[in-house]
């Protein structure tokens, strides 16, 4: 076993791996990318793979506006009009369901990034490993799939609005938390995390700003995992844009997030003994070719969707000293020569209780997960890669804050405002009663700013910390 003591895993927003490393190995047959053969077809159109050279702030934000992410738009998506069914997914209706939900060109959602535009990723992929065999855990919304990294299950639920707050499945969290093993949450706003019902009463000292993950990483004080969260709101006072790189955020802020992070890492006294996992949460609606296979229900919840096939594939990159560089990581083939189950978000859950002996399964799907201990192959932690990577410097001008800032809330910072509203004002103590769970109402939020204020606030006052130490 590799002598990992850290994973730190950085989780962004909606996009798929078509999108952002399809062209990571142009030539390369081993290598599940764009051939640039790919279509979809619209009406009497075909809307092949497409790139926009160069990297202006609008190529940056493609798609435009964001295409549909609802477990109806995913399964329209993936089977085209004639809907959800038991046979594989045809990968037809991105193209369709981008005109009919979004109103925008059809092409956009068929366009992806060179390596030359997102830089940062595509030397992370190429000095260590990159796994072509990873996807979301369930065609659903951004909540479903962030609770399956934490948790192993969504308990049935498909759409972020949905979710009864706080959400009641036990989480990895609080596995480390019993076998005394530290972890923190590393957030910019408002941590999506902090409506896990088990942390809700170690979230005063286990949550902190990213800004501490700097700090701590200096200090070679990482805990034994680290969950970081990207920023998802702009911040006019801050002159912050959002850098999850959810359509249609620019995704250079997301580049300089991941050197950030990459740097902060390499350059720790933690460094030889770490694991770090960037990767999304769900596809967002952006083309993908590869039809996602049969999955294990991670339990008897399926009144909606049986949860029995994985979501698009995601982007994943894998960073330690521990991988060799150039790796295509990849589970191994089943005894029988079949194709095995892919990597998913559970995944982490399942590393982590390899490398870090926490125990049994947190849910069926957990269990069948493939860990991704098997990447960290190099006998030593030898492969050092880049000392530091520098990202593409952009600073936002004050039109093009504003422009975001005033913008009508995408679905997940209109989800993330509202459960903001049902948080208690204090967290609860240890022991503590926990208030019982409540299905967040919409209050409206006319603009991304005042969804971001009424978060963040919220958010402040249940962690008991003022906006300038949080």
């Excluded at 093993?181 to 005063?204: C, E, G, N």
């Excluded at 990459?262 to 609606?285: F, M, P, Q």
């Excluded at 560089?325 to 390899?354: C, M, Q, V, W, Y």
Aim: aromatic share 10%.
């Amino acid at each position: 076993m590799p002598d990992i003591q850290h994973v730190v895993v950085l989780m962004l927003e909606n996009r798929s791996f078509d999108s952002m490393l399809g062209r990571l190995y142009p030539n390369d047959s081993d290598f599940r990318g764009l051939t640039l053969n790919e279509f979809n077809k619209y009406g009497n159109g075909l809307f092949g793979v497409w790139n926009d050279t160069g990297m202006t702030p609008a190529t940056a934000c493609i798609p435009d506006p964001d295409p549909g992410e609802a477990f109806t738009d995913m399964n329209f998506q993936l089977f085209g009009s004639t809907g959800r069914s038991e046979n594989p997914p045809t990968m037809c209706g991105f193209a369709e369901n981008y005109v009919t939900h979004a109103k925008g060109a059809a092409s956009a959602v068929m366009h992806y990034f060179s390596p030359e535009q997102v830089p940062v990723i595509s030397a992370l992929a190429k000095a260590f490993g990159v796994s072509d065999c990873w996807h979301a855990s369930a065609p659903c919304q951004t909540w479903p799939n962030r609770f399956f990294a934490h948790t192993g299950t969504s308990l049935g639920y498909v759409d972020n609005k949905a979710f009864p707050i706080p959400f009641r499945a036990p989480s990895i969290f609080s596995r480390l938390e019993e076998q005394e093993k530290t972890w923190r949450v590393y957030f910019h706003d408002m941590p999506q995390s902090m409506l896990l019902r088990d942390v809700w009463s170690l979230a005063i000292t286990h949550y902190r700003s990213f800004k501490q993950f700097l700090a701590d990483a200096d200090q070679g004080a990482l805990p034994n995992y680290s969950f970081i969260e990207p920023g998802y709101f702009a911040d006019l006072f801050d002159n912050f844009m959002p850098n999850d790189e959810h359509p249609p955020h620019n995704v250079v802020h997301g580049e300089k997030l991941i050197a950030d992070v990459y740097n902060a890492v390499r350059n720790s006294r933690c460094w030889k003994n770490t694991l770090l996992i960037i990767t999304y949460d769900e596809h967002g609606g952006c083309y993908d070719h590869v039809q996602p296979p049969r999955a294990v229900p991670p339990d008897s919840n399926v009144s909606t969707f049986k949860f029995n096939t994985y979501g698009v594939r995601v982007p994943a990159v894998l960073v330690s000293p521990y991988i060799p560089p150039g790796s295509k990581i990849r589970p191994p083939k089943n005894a029988d020569g079949s194709e095995p189950t892919p990597f998913d978000h559970t995944s982490i859950i399942k590393t982590l209780r390899e490398l870090f002996d926490l125990g049994g399964q947190l849910t069926a799907r957990d269990e069948a997960a493939p860990s991704l201990v098997g990447a960290l192959s190099l006998a030593a932690p030898n492969n050092d890669g880049p000392a530091s990577i520098a990202p593409t410097l952009v600073q936002p001008s004050p039109d093009a804050l504003s422009a975001r800032a005033v913008a009508a809330p995408n679905g997940m910072q209109d989800s993330l405002a509202n459960a903001a509203a049902s948080l208690p004002p204090n967290a609860p103590a240890p022991g503590d009663e926990i208030q019982a769970a409540v299905t967040p109402t919409s209050a409206g939020y006319l603009t991304v700013a005042v969804a971001a204020a009424s978060a963040t606030v919220r958010t402040n006052l249940f962690l008991g910390v003022s906006p300038q130490t949080s």
